[in-house]
């Protein structure tokens, strides 16, 4: 079986005949698209999307280790008296408790920002 990259092609003086497809460039990588940036700010924002009208808290951005964000979350979750769960390096916290959280990981030593609407 050819490669990937050729592609047959039919003639009728001798059957298939094998043509390598020419190359193409590729741009650069780009970071995938909805990535946070990495500046050092965190970013907290209420979210409706995909939760059936449900408002969570987003809290992208945090630097750290998963263990070092599933204790921050912990703390968080506590503080707001909410249920909430990590989501790779996004934390979600059920309700809109963007001021609590933005105060404590001001206390914390973060440069938060509220993000969106």
Do not use: F, W
């Amino acid at each position: 079986m050819p490669d990937g990259n050729t592609r047959l092609v039919y003639s009728s003086d001798t059957g298939r005949v094998v043509q390598p497809r020419p190359a193409t460039k590729r741009p650069p990588a780009s970071p995938p698209r909805g990535a946070p940036p990495d500046d050092g700010v965190v970013r907290i924002q209420r979210s409706k999307q995909g939760r059936g009208g449900k408002t969570v808290t987003l809290i992208t951005g945090l630097p750290g280790s998963d263990a070092d964000l599933d204790a921050l979350l912990k703390v968080l979750k506590q503080l707001c008296g909410a249920g909430g769960a990590r989501d790779g390096r996004t934390l979600e916290i059920q309700g809109d408790h963007r001021e609590r959280v933005r105060a404590r990981l001001e206390a914390l030593g973060h440069r938060p920002r509220l993000a969106g609407g």
